[in-house]
């Protein structure tokens, strides 16, 4: 049995500009005394939604054009229709800056337009990391102010809060909590630290050692058991008896931190933490440095009997030292830090200790 279906038009706007009373063909001599082009509406999403805004009528509906050609056949969805009518809709060249069409420049239809539209060069920003409709900016709308931000981050840092307390008090998804604190925790990363340099005045207490530029010591961080053996062995620390990260922090004779390693597993030797950290790069052939027991061998365990000499330098180095651990209280003061570093946070834990580190800096001198 044989059917014969209707003939169905086709739109105009396949063959004619679409926009309200232009009537426009391709070659056509048009406005600017050239030949007309017809130009298809964009797939990009963002660009194409700036172009029906910018070619629409006022109160323009286009659901009831859909609904119109809905009925076309029955073996297309009014939806696959609507989406046609959009495919063969087409605006000419006229209808952009003298006349020369879509270009990388002018990407959006601005003249002889349906209505009135001003300004479109101030409200509209077309590239491939700004969002449309909002100059200099990038990414979704902030839902906090960028002090907000800032004080969501310390009081995570300080205080240690989890995500859901934050989530209550800021009013905001955890979600959202969690990527701004790792966007900012970075930036934040950026800071420079005090030169490692020698100082003209020189603390009582490092009376005997002038030449001495850097006081270093590691230290040690909970981190949450990792399932794989393999990384358990690696941050697993016998001194602790917990699985750790390891860090380097040096500090200047005033107690600036003026150096902080990266963090290594707690299996990892203090040793061969210095080894690798790049501090011997920064170090010159003259420089004296002060170093914990770790690093150092001291008399007494290459021999039962202090000399009195050696009693002496001992504990002036002592008296010295100490300052090393009193930064490293500081640094642990802040809470993310005094529990067991989630494994969420490992990826960001090198800036996590660094910016804690940092932060200390803004205390008053440690030693005077």
């Given at each position: 049995?044989?059917?014969?279906?209707?003939?169905?038009?086709?739109?105009?706007?396949?063959?004619?500009?679409?926009?309200?009373?232009?009537?426009?063909?391709?070659?056509?001599?048009?406005?600017?005394?050239?030949?007309?082009?017809?130009h298809?509406?964009?797939?990009?999403?963002?660009?194409?939604?700036?172009?029906?805004?910018?070619?629409?009528?006022?109160?323009?509906?286009?659901?009831?054009?859909?609904?119109?050609?809905?009925?076309?056949?029955?073996?297309?969805?009014?939806?696959?229709?609507y989406?046609?009518?959009?495919?063969?809709?087409?605006?000419?060249?006229?209808?952009?800056?003298?006349?020369?069409?879509?270009?990388?420049?002018?990407?959006?239809?601005?003249?002889?337009?349906?209505?009135?539209?001003?300004?479109?060069?101030?409200?509209?920003?077309?590239?491939?990391?700004?969002?449309?409709?909002?100059?200099?900016?990038?990414?979704?709308?902030?839902?906090?102010?960028?002090?907000?931000?800032?004080?969501?981050?310390?009081?995570?840092?300080?205080?240690?809060?989890?995500?859901?307390?934050?989530?209550?008090?800021?009013?905001?998804?955890?979600?959202r909590?969690?990527?701004?604190?790792?966007?900012?925790?970075?930036?934040?990363?950026?800071?420079?630290?005090?030169?490692?340099?020698?100082?003209?005045?020189?603390?009582?207490?490092?009376?005997?050692?002038?030449?001495?530029?850097?006081?270093?010591?590691?230290?040690?961080?909970?981190?949450?058991?990792?399932?794989?053996?393999?990384?358990?062995?690696?941050?697993?620390?016998?001194?602790?008896?917990?699985?750790?990260?390891?860090?380097?922090?040096?500090?200047?004779?005033?107690?600036?931190?003026?150096?902080?390693?990266?963090?290594w597993?707690?299996?990892?030797?203090?040793?061969?933490?210095?080894?690798?950290?790049?501090?011997?790069?920064?170090?010159?052939?003259?420089?004296?440095?002060?170093?914990?027991?770790?690093?150092y061998?001291?008399?007494?365990l290459?021999?039962?009997?202090?000399?009195?000499?050696?009693?002496?330098?001992?504990?002036?180095i002592?008296?010295?030292?100490?300052?090393?651990?009193r930064?490293?209280?500081?640094?642990?003061?802040?809470?993310?830090?005094?529990?067991?570093?989630?494994?969420?946070?490992c990826?960001?834990?090198?800036?996590?200790?660094?910016?804690?580190?940092?932060?200390?800096?803004?205390?008053?001198?440690?030693?005077?």
């Amino acid at each position: 049995m044989h059917f014969r279906f209707p003939m169905t038009r086709r739109p105009h706007g396949e063959n004619y500009c679409s926009i309200k009373d232009c009537h426009n063909v391709p070659g056509k001599i048009g406005r600017f005394g050239k030949a007309v082009k017809l130009h298809e509406i964009p797939k990009k999403k963002a660009l194409r939604a700036v172009w029906l805004r910018a070619i629409s009528r006022k109160n323009f509906n286009p659901k009831r054009t859909q609904v119109q050609y809905s009925s076309i056949t029955s073996q297309r969805s009014a939806l696959a229709v609507y989406r046609s009518l959009l495919s063969r809709t087409k605006v000419c060249s006229d209808h952009f800056p003298d006349g020369n069409g879509r270009t990388w420049e002018h990407q959006i239809p601005t003249i002889f337009l349906p209505q009135k539209i001003q300004n479109w060069g101030d409200k509209l920003v077309l590239d491939n990391e700004s969002s449309i409709g909002t100059p200099n900016k990038k990414g979704a709308k902030r839902k906090l102010r960028l002090q907000d931000e800032f004080l969501l981050v310390m009081m995570r840092l300080r205080f240690g809060l989890l995500l859901k307390d934050l989530e209550y008090k800021f009013k905001v998804s955890a979600g959202r909590i969690s990527r701004t604190f790792t966007v900012l925790i970075r930036h934040m990363c950026r800071c420079f630290l005090p030169k490692l340099e020698d100082m003209n005045a020189t603390p009582k207490c490092f009376e005997n050692f002038k030449d001495t530029i850097i006081i270093f010591d590691c230290t040690e961080i909970f981190v949450q058991t990792p399932s794989f053996f393999h990384t358990q062995s690696q941050t697993y620390s016998h001194y602790k008896g917990h699985n750790t990260f390891k860090a380097l922090v040096g500090i200047d004779k005033v107690g600036a931190v003026v150096f902080v390693s990266r963090l290594w597993g707690g299996s990892v030797s203090d040793t061969q933490i210095t080894r690798k950290s790049g501090l011997y790069d920064l170090l010159e052939e003259s420089d004296a440095v002060m170093v914990d027991k770790g690093l150092y061998c001291p008399p007494f365990l290459t021999k039962s009997q202090f000399s009195k000499k050696e009693v002496v330098i001992t504990r002036r180095i002592t008296s010295a030292r100490i300052h090393v651990e009193r930064k490293m209280e500081q640094i642990k003061n802040f809470r993310i830090l005094q529990g067991v570093l989630p494994l969420s946070l490992c990826d960001i834990s090198d800036e996590i200790f660094f910016v804690c580190a940092a932060l200390t800096n803004l205390l008053p001198a440690l030693v005077k």
